[in-house]
């Protein structure tokens, strides 16, 4: 997957400066065209022309990194940001959390930017000081994992790529439910842990003939919850995970895996969509 345009939104906060910063050093690595849109959650009092002042920053972009940036002409909605990124390679943000209790059943921002975005989108969380050098790659062992290594491949080098896999437990949940022995739950332990071992063997044997060895782990748990922990002990810059369609109140009851990983997170997320792009 090449970086050709990448949209990053602003609505001059902290928060999406750092989201600027990041997009305007990926539009230099990858030398892709930059557009910039303005979004806000809440009205800015201050602000009597936020257009204005958005191509001032994008100036100040275009000078630094010499790539080529341009302004979307209008303040845009979060669905205007969506409507604009189908026609990006990349869509970066802050972590907009803000809901609208009206469309409550929609999630937050950043609820609607991952599961809406057909796109990857990368959820920005600290101040970029140069590119990534550590990047940890979340896999459920499907044959898309090779797309999400692919991906995470084009934000570090190969060698500090580093991938992780969840061994989801729910399973011996219900084998407690089901009065299952404590030998039973062991040897299902067990069994799940070397097929995902044997599966992530697979998985980077066949990648290694044209990259190096990857690191890779196996954890327990909760897929989001031991990835974020996972990212912390590991100290990775930028955490790849995979977004798969979910039901509607799936993501307002539980969130999905992607959904909860943006959120729990310390490092800057990124969501790729596994779906086929229209």
Known sequence: MNFNSILAVSDFTTNSEHALERAALLAQQHRATLRL??????????????????????????????????????TCSIDDVLTEART?????????????WKKFHRGTTLDQAVHGSMCPLLVVKREPASVYERVLVAIDLSPLSTKLIDIGRRFCKTSELRLFHAIDTIEDSRLRMADASFESIQAHRIGSRLHARDRLSQLVGALEEQHPAFAYEIGNGDPAYAAALHQHATQAELVVVGRRKSSTLERLVTGSVAQRLAKWAQSDVLVAPLEARR
Do not use: C, W
Request: charged residues 25%; aromatic residues 6%; without cysteine.
């Open 88 to 100: 990006a390679d990349l869509l970066v943000m802050g972590p907009l959390t803000h809901r609208n």
């Open 37 to 74: 849109v303005f979004y806000a959650e809440e009205r800015h009092p201050f602000l009597s022309d936020p257009i204005a002042r958005l191509e001032q920053r994008a100036r100040q972009l275009a000078r630094r990194t010499h790539a080529t940036v341009h302004t979307v002409q209008k």
